[in-house]
């Protein structure tokens, strides 16, 4: 008799996990208010190459061996036939005018005398470029009556405004012969590098275009280069870096402790998202805290070391009749075991408002190869949402200020840079800078404040989400 009881006990806890997990698949699993962000390339991919045809790019490949100048120009093709497979490249030189390059015109790109042209005039580079392409610009970056103002209007119009991204890949080559248009006085030098790597001339891409596109041919490009090319990059787009997502952090062993402000418990049912935080707020409390850790990949270039929360909106459940919907925070052990939200019925998020719900701040920025690592904390505030109870969802950003921004950004080329009065200090000065190129960092700074004006550069769509009882 007892054995047949434990039987009949054992078959209807069977037939009760067995029923759970059937209607599980019809129950709501768990909250989802965001969609996660696509870094992947396009599937096909137009690009237009354009080779800077004046004369001061004569002296990349005027040796009688192969120079790392024209075994980069190869591998600008080849990048982007690895990448994507349906694709289509177009090679055309400019100067004085615009030349499409045959498979033949190409190869004549190995010789001095396709470098015959004048005018290095970027902004017409820019201005007629066509903005649904990948763009690549191959240059020294010294231009004839430099129009800065001009040049950087024409990357607005064509790339920052389109929301696109813009890679410069500074790489150093071997380099004979003559160095045209610099500083103000339009001087010119000559200059033939030696057996030592450093004395390399600077050449640059620049490359703009649909961000997961300039992401994924700068990757592409940079880890074909071989092991011992002098290369540096930075990449101006809204993304800092691609695939974040956060995980909570106890507070460190040095933290100071207020009373005042409560730490948040981490809780696990809300969302069934990976990357997100989830949070047990107590609406008693005056103040609550709590740290987190974000990580991304994809980095291209330096970052800033601190940053700031902005709070992108607020959002709170309702029911499907559209009011307001509490989640009480009780839940069964069942509903547990199976990460269900108690309340079955279908829920979705309605936008509030809320300010200063959450605000915080960072300091702690790493970076190991393409990875990055950055640790910040919130402060929330239950009486924001006037302490009512119900499950709600922050999405975030982590933003850079702009002095901080432009700095990092320039300093990636900091010691590739010589300035205007080194230019106008005479021409034996001038040939102690012929591994430099005049003014890259004010280059940089100016196309980093674009980015940040238009763009507003930092790791975005981050998303905590918030059981308040």
């Known amino acids: 008799m007892k054995a047949r009881l434990i039987v009949l006990v054992l078959l209807a806890m069977c037939l009760l996990i067995s029923g759970c997990g059937s209607h599980r698949q019809v129950q709501n699993e768990g909250i989802s208010s965001t969609k996660v962000a696509s870094f992947a390339p396009s599937t096909s991919l137009e690009a237009d190459v354009y080779i800077d ?11 009688a061996s192969g120079t790392i100048f024209s075994d980069s120009v190869k591998g600008i093709e080849r990048s982007i036939q690895e990448t994507w497979k349906d694709e289509k490249v177009n090679f055309i030189k400019f100067g004085d005018s615009f030349t499409p390059l045959s498979r033949d015109g190409l190869l004549q790109a190995n010789q001095a005398d396709f470098y015959s042209e004048k005018d290095t005039s970027l902004q017409n580079v820019v201005a007629q470029s066509d903005d ?15 129009d800065i103002d001009s040049l950087m209007n024409a990357l607005k119009d064509k790339c920052f405004a389109q929301n696109h991204a813009l890679a410069v890949i500074g790489i150093r080559s071997q380099f004979q012969g003559k160095v ?7 001087s ?42 002098q290369h540096k990059e930075s990449l101006l787009a809204a993304n800092m870096a691609a695939n974040v997502s956060l995980s909570n952090e106890s507070a460190s062993k040095g933290e100071k402790r207020d009373k005042n402000i409560a730490q948040l ?16 707020l107590k ?5 609550s805290k709590a740290n987190i850790s974000l990580v991304g ?18 959002e709170k459940t309702v029911s499907e009749n559209g009011e307001q919907k509490a989640h009480s925070g009780i839940r069964g052990w069942l509903d547990k075991i199976f990460h269900r939200n108690k309340n079955n019925e279908p829920v979705s998020f309605q936008e509030i408002k809320a300010d200063n719900f959450v605000t915080g701040e960072g300091d702690e920025v790493s970076i190991d190869g393409e990875n990055v690592n950055a640790d910040f904390s919130i402060k929330v505030n239950p009486a924001s949402i006037k302490k009512e109870a119900g499950t709600y969802h922050v999405q975030l950003s982590l933003l850079p200020d702009k002095p901080m921004y432009l700095d990092s950004n320039a300093k990636t080329f900091a010691d590739w840079n010589f300035e205007d009065n080194q230019a106008s200090a005479g021409v034996e000065s001038l040939t102690q800078s012929g591994n430099k190129t005049l003014n890259i960092s004010t280059f940089i700074r100016q196309l980093s404040s674009l980015n940040y004006e238009l763009n507003k550069p930092g790791f975005h769509n981050l998303s905590i989400y918030f059981d308040a009882q």
Request: negative net charge; proline residues 4%; charged residues 25%.
């Open 132 to 146: 649904k392409k990948l763009n690549v610009i191959i240059t020294d970056l010294f231009q004839t009556n430099q």
């Open 265 to 280: 418990a981490e809780i696990s049912n809300l969302s069934v998202e990976d990357g997100v935080v989830q949070y047990r």
């Open 188 to 229: 010119s030098f000559e200059y033939a590098t030696n057996g030592d790597p450093s004395s390399y001339r600077p050449f640059y891409l620049m490359v703009y275009g649909n961000e997961n596109d300039v992401r994924a041919f700068t990757e592409s490009f940079v880890k074909n280069l071989p092991k011992d090319v």
């Open 53 to 63: 045809g004046t004369m001061s790019m004569a002296g990349y490949v005027n040796y």
């Open 180 to 186: 045209y248009d610099v500083g103000k006085s339009q």
């Open 283 to 287: 609406l008693d409390e005056k103040a």
């Open 297 to 314: 990949n994809k980095v291209i270039g330096d970052l800033p070391q601190a940053f700031a929360v902005k709070m992108d909106k607020v």
